[in-house]
């Protein structure tokens, strides 16, 4: 099934981490299972950035309905993914995965007609994000250098109630 446009989420704590997930698109959306996030060190350069971006982007997949309700009930794969947030959590010195998702911030990118979307967003709660009203639209020919710095300013206008 090929999906209606290509979406990933881009989830940072300022300073540590930057981690890539990829997600499956359909009627809802969910993050892939097939997919292993990308995990990459806040540093890294604008272009590695971009190239990772990108490349998450192609993997995007459609999703159908059932598939869709068959992944939100798998509780094998909640805790895969449980076990991946608490890896994280220590890897960076956090005493707990909520501590450290007070501090994550999120930023959805979409490509779709040849556009990247950017879209900053608020978390109002551990788990949960909505966009800020604003959406940042790129030609998808925009250099790897500037796409990582459209990124990276995106960034900075994400907020979260817990800072």
């Not at 459609?62 to 890897?91: C, D, H, M, V, W």
Request: hydrophobic share 35%; charged share 25%.
């Amino acid at each position: 099934m090929q999906p209606r446009y290509q979406s990933i989420e881009v989830f940072f704590i300022k300073e540590k981490y930057i981690t890539i997930y990829v997600y499956a698109v359909g009627m809802f959306s969910i993050r892939d299972p097939l997919v292993a996030g990308v995990h990459l060190d806040y540093d890294v350069s604008n272009v590695v950035l971009a190239k990772q971006v990108r490349e998450s982007l192609q993997k995007t997949r459609g999703l159908s309905l059932p598939e869709f309700q068959r992944l939100r009930e798998n509780k094998e794969l909640q805790e895969i993914f449980y076990r991946e947030e608490t890896n994280l959590a220590q890897q960076y010195g956090y005493k707990s995965i909520n501590t450290m998702k007070k501090k994550i911030f999120n930023v959805g990118i979409t490509c779709q007609n040849s556009e990247i979307e950017l879209t900053p967003t608020h978390q109002d709660c551990l788990d949960g994000y909505h966009d800020i009203g604003e959406v940042f639209t790129y030609p998808e020919s925009i250099s790897d250098e500037e796409l990582g710095q459209k990124i990276r300013d995106a960034f900075e206008l994400c907020t979260s109630k817990y800072n």
